[in-house]
C-alpha cells in the first residue's frame, strides 16, 4: 500500500486545514489507519487514528476537540480536519496504516505516506 498526504500550509493560529491521505490499494479499506506528526527536534508522536471501518477513533490530549479524523473506503482515504490551530501544532504531518489493527503505537504502522508540512503562525 502506498500512501500520498496532501493538504499542508501555512495558516495562522485558529485557522483550519484538512489534510488528505490517499492509499494505492485497495485493501487499504481494511486497515486501521492513523496520523501522526513530527516537530522539528523532536519524535514522532501519534495525533489521532481511525479503525478500518470508521467505527473507533483516538484522539491525542493535544489535539482532542480540535481536530476529526474521518476515512471514506471508497475512495481509499482518510482525512484529518484541523481547527482551532496553534503555533506548537506546527510540525510534519504523516498518515499511516496497520493491518494489525487500531493502534497508537508507531510500529504497528507498517505503511507511511511522505508527510505533509503544516505550519501555524501566532
Known amino acids: 500500500v502506498q500512501l500520498q498526504a496532501s493538504g499542508g500550509g501555512l495558516v495562522q493560529a485558529g485557522g483550519s486545514l484538512r489534510l488528505s491521505c490517499a492509499a494505492s490499494?485497495?485493501?487499504?479499506?481494511?486497515?486501521?489507519s492513523g496520523w501522526f506528526r513530527q516537530a522539528r527536534g523532536k519524535e514522532r508522536e501519534v495525533v489521532a487514528t481511525?479503525?478500518?471501518?470508521?467505527?473507533?477513533?483516538y484522539y491525542a490530549d493535544s489535539v482532542k476537540g480540535r481536530f476529526t479524523i474521518s476515512r471514506d473506503n471508497a475512495k481509499n482515504a482518510v482525512y484529518l480536519q484541523m481547527s482551532s490551530l496553534k503555533p506548537e501544532d506546527t510540525a510534519v504531518y504523516y498518515c499511516?496504516?496497520?493491518?494489525?489493527?487500531?493502534?497508537?503505537?508507531?510500529?504497528?504502522?507498517?505503511?507511511w505516506g511522505q508527510g505533509t508540512q503544516v505550519t501555524v503562525s501566532s
Open positions: 499511516a496504516a496497520s493491518s494489525g489493527g487500531l493502534s497508537t503505537s508507531l510500529a504497528e504502522y507498517g505503511y
Open positions: 490499494a485497495r485493501t487499504f479499506s481494511r486497515f486501521a
Open positions: 481511525i479503525s478500518w471501518n470508521g467505527g473507533v477513533t
